[in-house]
C-alpha cells in the first residue's frame, strides 16, 4: 500500500486546450493517506472516471505528477502501479468456480499456493460466500457475481490501492446497505487504501472516513461526511449533501452584512475581508424553524417523509425547505421563519465567506 499524491494535475480530451473549461480536470493537488478509506463524490460528468484513470495510469494526464510514497510514477504503466480496481459490473470467469475467481489474481502473480489458500478462504469468509467456493461463478445471483468481483479486487495483499468505481450499480435496493456496511468492515480487516466512487451521497458517506467532493472538474471539499454536513465549504456541497440539501438563498451585501429579501440576517461570525461576488446565504433545513418573530412566509408545500415534515416557503420570490419536527402549518398558511445563527453562512461565488 501507499500514499498517493496528486500534484498539479490537469487534464484536457482537447488536443489544443486553450480555457478553463476545456479541461475536464482543472487543478488537483490531493494526498491519499496510506490506509485511508476514500470515497470520491460527485455528479455525473464532474471528472470522478477521469482522474480514476489517471491513477490507475489508462490515461496521461495533460499536467502534473503522479506519486507513490513519494516516487514519481506518472509514467509507469497500469500494470506496474500494481493497483485493484473493481468495476460497476462484475468481472470474473463465468466457467470458473469461485474459489478459482478469487485465486485467479494470485496464481497469475505465481504466489505459494498454501498463501493463495489462506487468502480465498480469507476473502470468501469476510463476503460471506465460503459456502459457494466449488459452485461455477455463471451461476450465482447478480450482488453475488459483484460480491465475487469485489473478492477479486481484495484478495491481492500487496496492491497500492483498490478503486472502486461505482460498484453497487447493479445491485438491487434492499442488498445495496449490506454491500455497503460489509466493504467497510473489509476495509477495517484488510487495510488497504481504497477509493469508492460515486455519485450516490449515502454511499459515499457510510464508507468513507475522508470524502474528496468533486464539481465541474475540481475538488470542492474534503472532510469526513460530519463535516460536509456541518460547515460546507462550498454550496454545490451543501446542496449536494444533505436531503433536502441547503437551503441557498440570494442576498445582499451590505456595510459587510447580509440581506434576504431586504431583512438582515445574522450571520454564523463576521464576514471575510477579501468577499466579493454574487453573494448567498447558505441555510440548512434542519435549522429554518416556525416562531414568533422572523421573515415573512408563506407555505407552499409540506411533505411528510416519515421521521419529519419537509415544509417548502416562500419568502419574497425565493422558496426555501424547512424540516420541521411536531406540529406543521398547512398550505397556504403565513408563517414567520428564523435561521439558526451560527448555522448561517454567507457564500460568495459559491465559496464559503463567513469566518468562526
Ligand atoms: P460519470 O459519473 O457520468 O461517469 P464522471 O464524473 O466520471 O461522470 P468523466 O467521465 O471523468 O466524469 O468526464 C469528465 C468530463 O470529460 C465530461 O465533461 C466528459 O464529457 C468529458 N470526457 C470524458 N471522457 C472523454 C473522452 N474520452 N473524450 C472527450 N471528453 C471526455
Do not use: E, F, P
Given at each position: 500500500m501507499a500514499k498517493i499524491t496528486l500534484s498539479n494535475l490537469r487534464h484536457s480530451y482537447y488536443p489544443a486546450p486553450e480555457k478553463r473549461d476545456d479541461y475536464a480536470l482543472k487543478n488537483i493537488d490531493l494526498d491519499w493517506e496510506d490506509g485511508g478509506a476514500y470515497a470520491l463524490l460527485g455528479p455525473s460528468g464532474c471528472g470522478k472516471t477521469t482522474l480514476l484513470n489517471i491513477i490507475s495510469g489508462l490515461l496521461t494526464p495533460s499536467e502534473g505528477r503522479i506519486l507513490f510514497d513519494g516516487k514519481d510514477v506518472t509514467d509507469w504503466t497500469p500494470g506496474r502501479r500494481n493497483i485493484a480496481q473493481v468495476f460497476q459490473f462484475p468481472v470474473i470467469y463465468d466457467t470458473m468456480t469461485v474459489y478459482d475467481n478469487l485465486a485467479f489474481p494470485l496464481r497469475n502473480r505465481g504466489v505459494d499456493p498454501a498463501h493463495i489458500d489462506r487468502r480465498v478462504q480469507e476473502i470468501a469468509r469476510l463476503l460471506e460466500v465460503e459456502n459457494m467456493l466449488d459452485?461455477?461463478?455463471?451461476?450465482?445471483s447478480p450482488d453475488n457475481k459483484q460480491k465475487l468481483s469485489m473478492g477479486r479486487g481484495l484478495v491481492r495483499d500487496d496492491v497500492n490501492v483498490v478503486m472502486f468505481d461505482e460498484p453497487l450499480t447493479v445491485i438491487d435496493p434492499h442488498?445495496?446497505?449490506?454491500?455497503?456496511?460489509?466493504?467497510k468492515e473489509l476495509?477495517?480487516?484488510v487495510k488497504h487504501t481504497m477509493i469508492y466512487v460515486t455519485h450516490d451521497q449515502t454511499e459515499a458517506l457510510t464508507f468513507a472516513d475522508q470524502v474528496v467532493v468533486m464539481d465541474e472538474g475540481e475538488i470542492v471539499q474534503i472532510g469526513t461526511p460530519v463535516d460536509l454536513f456541518a460547515r460546507p465549504a462550498h454550496t454545490f456541497v451543501g446542496h449536494f449533501i444533505g436531503s433536502p440539501g441547503m437551503n441557498v438563498l440570494p442576498c445582499e451585501l451590505r456595510n459587510r452584512g447580509a440581506f434576504f429579501q431586504g431583512s438582515p440576517v445574522p450571520l454564523e461570525g463576521p464576514v471575510r475581508a477579501d468577499a466579493s461576488g454574487r453573494a448567498e446565504i447558505g441555510i440548512r433545513p434542519e435549522f429554518v424553524t416556525i416562531s414568533d418573530a422572523g421573515l415573512d412566509a408563506v407555505v407552499v408545500k409540506v411533505s411528510d417523509v416519515g421521521r419529519?415534515?419537509?415544509?417548502?416557503?416562500?419568502?419574497?420570490?425565493?422558496?426555501?425547505?424547512?424540516?420541521?419536527e411536531g406540529d406543521v402549518p398547512h398550505k397556504g398558511e403565513s408563517v414567520k421563519l428564523s435561521f439558526r445563527q451560527d448555522q448561517t453562512?454567507?457564500?460568495?461565488?459559491?465559496?464559503?465567506?463567513t469566518e468562526i
Open positions: 459452485r461455477r461463478a455463471s451461476g450465482l442488498l445495496k446497505w449490506k454491500l455497503r456496511s460489509k466493504l476495509h477495517q480487516r419529519h415534515n419537509v415544509v417548502q416557503a416562500m419568502v419574497g420570490d425565493t422558496k426555501l425547505a424547512a424540516i420541521i453562512r454567507l457564500y460568495c461565488d459559491g465559496w464559503l465567506a
